[in-house]
C-alpha cells in the first residue's frame, strides 16, 4: 500500500493559537485528501474533502473559517485550526486516494494522525 | 443525509470463537470498504466491496456486501489476540466528490 505521513503528531498549544498540520502522500500522486477528527473510543468523522487546486467541501457543521484546509499539490494538504479553544482537542487523521484509474482509486490511506491538546 | 449504523458496539470473545461485526446503511452505497484500526493505531483498509452480494475472503475472514447494497458483513473464523482492535465499515455513496461515511466501528476483544 501508500503512505501517508502526517506532521505533527502530537501538539499542545494555548487556547487561541493556531495549529497547523501537514499531510503528505509519499509515494503516489493523492488528487483527493480527506480530513477527519475522532474522538477517544469513537468514530472517524469526516471534516471535509479536499480537492488538488480547488476549494475544500466542508461537511455540515464544520466551520470553514476555523478549519482551514489548503491542497496545494499532489502530496501535501495542510488543516489550519484557528483561534484552538480546549473544544478543540481531539485525534485529527488526514487520508488520501488517487484519481480514477489510479492504483488506489477509491481505496484510502491514513495518516498516522495528530492529536491535538489545547490547554 | 447517509447514516451508516454498526452493531455489534462491543465484541468479547474467547481465543478460537468465530466474530461477526454487521454493518446497515440508510441509503443504497456504490461500495463499502473495511477498515481495522488498531488500538492507539490509525485506521488501516482492510478491503472493499462493489457488487450486489460480492463475498471476498482474506484468509480468517470473510467480507459479503449485501444485494441490496445496503449491508454488508466482516466475519472472523477462530479469532486470535492478533485481531484485536476495531472495525469500522465505511459506505460510499456518489457525490461529487466519493466521500466515505464510517460507521460507529465494532471494538473486538480476544481473551487468550
Known amino acids: 500500500g501508500a503512505v501517508v505521513s502526517q506532521h505533527p503528531s502530537r501538539v499542545i498549544c494555548k487556547s487561541g493559537t493556531s495549529v497547523k498540520i501537514e499531510c503528505r502522500s509519499l509515494?503516489?500522486?493523492?488528487?483527493?485528501m480527506f480530513w477527519y477528527r475522532q474522538f477517544p473510543k469513537q468514530s472517524l468523522m469526516l471534516m471535509a474533502t479536499s480537492n488538488e487546486g480547488s476549494k475544500a467541501t466542508y461537511e455540515q457543521g464544520v466551520e470553514k473559517d476555523k478549519f482551514l484546509i489548503n491542497h496545494a499539490s499532489l502530496t501535501l494538504s495542510t488543516l489550519t485550526v484557528t483561534s484552538a479553544h480546549p473544544e478543540d482537542s481531539s485525534f485529527y487523521i488526514c487520508s488520501a486516494s488517487s484519481p480514477i484509474g489510479g492504483r488506489f482509486y477509491n481505496e484510502q490511506f491514513f495518516g498516522p494522525g495528530t492529536r491535538l491538546t489545547v490547554l | 443525509g447517509q447514516q451508516v449504523m454498526q452493531i455489534p458496539q462491543y465484541q468479547h470473545v474467547q481465543e478460537g470463537e468465530d466474530f461477526t461485526t454487521y454493518c446497515n446503511s440508510s441509503t443504497t452505497l456504490s461500495n463499502i470498504q473495511w477498515y481495522k484500526q488498531r488500538p492507539g493505531g490509525h485506521p488501516v483498509f482492510l478491503i472493499q466491496l462493489v457488487k450486489s452480494g460480492e463475498v471476498k475472503k482474506q484468509k480468517r475472514l470473510t467480507f459479503q456486501f449485501g444485494e441490496a447494497k445496503k449491508n454488508s458483513s466482516l466475519h472472523i473464523t477462530a479469532t486470535q489476540t492478533t485481531d484485536v482492535g476495531t472495525y469500522f465499515c465505511a459506505g460510499m455513496q456518489k457525490t461529487s466528490y466519493d466521500k466515505v461515511i464510517f460507521g460507529p466501528g465494532t471494538s473486538l476483544s480476544v481473551i487468550p
Open positions: 509515494d503516489f500522486q493523492a488528487t483527493t
